[in-house]
């Protein structure tokens, strides 16, 4: 029996290193940031930001590599306060390009653990199979603790980048697993996934005296700047039919185009933060995100499906203000019988809609109609109310009880029209509100060790009792 009390002792300890050394894992990986690239639809141009970054740190450095020389890019910042401090150093060493990003904030910087920090443009295209990532990123957090991370994560994204999904690495290694090894400096290349004038204008119909394009857009496909100029001179209204959610932009009213915009990505992504989700008191009926960031070419409606079950109902839209960490009122409107519900939009970026006013004052005072969300990184929206977000890490998990059940989505009739596009394969890419996929891989191991060790145990007693005999 001594033998059996050693060694249950040596296993009980052996379970306990490994569970340790699992849990272990489990926080590196869910707290390892991601530098992200993500082309803007302007020539030459990236969007920085980062994602999984802990709202803990106020301060980061961290160093993105050029496999190639070229000249510093032009940088703007999405918050420009002068209360930051936040540069990027440009320098050139063995033939490559490196910016040094360095970001001193008296916040959060990434408040729900993703932000946008910049748009960097470049004179030259830079294709994703030259970017990297340097071997470390550094943060501190409100209190100076400092936080190494080892091989952070790339991940370059848009719509030439490979796919439209993503093209990742870590460390030194190249960015593009999708992207070309070319040099080709025709960002534009990629054909098969924006979609131009001759690819749509057969489609044009007339309605009660007006001429409207409607577009079924596939996964992965972004829309040209050209449709929209040819659609305003030609007096056509554009519909943009995602299945899940539709936009009707009213080019008639006119329109602004920036000379280098080469294409826009309206396409829209649930997002799924606490904070968010404490703001508006855990009513939010859904979170989501714009692929494209920034004023719109004209002005908007967007139809968006929120649930059969919530028609009748009054919902309120607000704009997530990041840098100022605040949900600015913009609409309320009825969710329609169809289960969808209709918004103005000026601009694009992260939103929720809410079944609760949390706006004072009440939201239904404020004015009616298409606020605007401001095309700058500062301000509320249209100046109307807002409400705080705590920073993400600070939130605990909601109930579930309380969360809005999510209908799932009628499949959308095909488009006969319109033939079906070839998608690229896309690396999977894991939700924006945490790596929720690892928890559970973790308990199972650590169940089945348990299971093994009580195993063990009882053919271990069953033995020493058949020895006793």
């Known amino acids: ?13 052996a379970v306990t290193a490994i569970s340790c050394c699992a849990m272990a894992a489990f926080a590196a990986v869910a707290q390892q940031p991601r530098i992200v690239l993500k082309e803007s639809g302007v020539r030459n141009q990236y969007i920085l930001r980062l994602e999984e970054f802990s709202s803990r740190f106020e301060s980061v450095q961290f160093d993105i590599c050029i496999d190639r020389q ?11 306060s002068s209360a930051h401090f936040q540069r990027i150093d440009t320098s050139q060493k063995d033939g490559k390009t490196i910016l040094t990003v360095y970001i001193d904030r008296l916040r959060p910087i990434a408040n729900s653990n993703s932000i ?41 994204t848009g719509s030439t980048a490979g796919s439209s999904s993503s093209s990742s690495s870590s460390g030194g290694n190249r960015g593009g697993g999708g992207g070309s090894d070319s040099d080709s400096d025709d960002s534009s290349s990629d054909s098969s996934k924006t979609l131009d004038w001759n690819d749509v204008s057969s489609r044009v119909t007339e309605s009660d005296g007006q001429k409207v394009l409607t577009i079924r857009v ?9 449709i929209f100029r040819q659609a305003a001179q ?9 299945g899940d959610y539709i936009w009707t932009f009213h080019i008639t009213k006119g329109i602004s185009i920036p000379t280098n915009r080469m294409y826009y990505d309206f396409s829209i992504e649930k997002i799924r933060y606490k904070n968010l989700s404490a703001a508006v008191e855990n009513t939010d009926l859904v979170q989501f995100e714009i692929a494209y960031s920034g004023q719109l070419p004209c002005e908007a409606t967007l139809s968006y499906r929120v649930g059969s079950h919530y028609v009748g109902e009054t919902a309120h839209l607000s704009y997530y203000n990041e840098n100022e960490a605040t949900l600015d009122y913009l609409e309320s409107a009825k969710v329609a019988s169809n289960g969808m519900i209709d918004y103005t939009f000026t601009h694009a970026s992260k939103y929720v809609i809410a079944s609760k006013d949390v706006w004072e004052p009440p939201a239904q005072q404020q004015q009616q109609g298409g606020t605007t969300a401001p095309s700058g990184s500062t301000g509320s929206a249209g100046g109307s109310s ?15 009880s309380d969360e809005p059940d999510e209908e799932v989505p009628s499949e959308s009739e095909p488009d006969d029209l319109e033939p079906e596009q070839p998608v690229d394969a896309e ?7 945490g790596t929720n996929w690892i928890l559970p891989v973790v308990i199972l191991l650590l169940i089945a060790g348990a299971v093994g060790v009580a195993v063990v145990i009882i053919l271990r007693v069953r033995a020493n009792r058949e020895d006793d005999y």
């Open 1 to 13: 029996m001594k033998q059996l009390g050693k060694f249950m002792g040596v296993l009980l300890a």
């Open 70 to 80: 070229v000249n510093a890019p032009e940088v703007t910042w999405r918050d420009n």
């Open 386 to 400: 807002n409400v705080t977000v705590p920073p993400e890490d600070e939130v605990e998990e909601p109930d579930e």
């Open 218 to 226: 596939r996964e992965g496909q972004v829309i040209g700047h050209e």
């Open 234 to 242: 030609k007096g056509i209204q554009l519909v943009l039919d995602y």
């Open 116 to 156: 946008e920090l910049a748009e960097l443009t470049f004179d030259q295209s830079i294709p994703s199979s030259r970017i990297s990532v340097g071997n470390e990123m550094i943060a501190l957090d409100g209190d100076q603790e400092k936080t190494v991370f080892q091989n952070p994560t790339l991940k370059v």
């Open 427 to 433: 690396v999977e890419e894991p939700s924006r509100g």
